[in-house]
Nanobody, 127 residues
């Protein structure tokens, strides 16, 4: 079983920044397409960002473009989500997800495409 552990969440003022990290264990990290999702209480899980196996392709919903950046360092076996200019509506539990795939350039943007999930890290943006 692949395990994913998110870190870097916390309390931040509106306009501030956070960087989330996702460290997997199990299968070779470079074999995974990676994604980030978030979920606020009482709401459905929402797509945040995705990145292909080597980082050559990324995807974001329109509301995150220009503020959030997904990246990965396969030598460190870590995926990242850089969040800038945070807003109160960004408050949620943020989840890291992984999908083993042979396709180097594949980017997955829907929840049901991912095989493994972390337990989440809380991000709270105060105003």
């Amino acid at each position: 079983q692949v395990q994913l552990v998110e870190s870097g969440g916390g309390l931040v003022q509106a306009g501030g920044s956070l960087r989330l990290s996702c460290a997997p264990s199990g299968r070779t990290f470079s074999d995974y397409a990676m994604g980030w999702f978030r979920q606020a209480p009482g709401k459905e899980r929402e797509f945040v960002a995705a990145i292909s196996r080597r980082g050559g392709a990324t995807s974001y919903p329109e509301s995150m473009k220009g503020r959030f950046t997904v990246s990965r360092d396969n030598n460190k076996n870590t995926a990242y989500l850089q969040m800038n200019n945070l807003k109160p509506e960004d408050t949620a539990v943020y989840f890291c997800a992984a999908a083993p795939t042979p396709l180097i350039t594949l980017v997955l943007t829907t929840e049901n495409k991912y095989t493994y999930w972390g337990q989440g890290t809380q991000v709270t943006v105060a105003s």
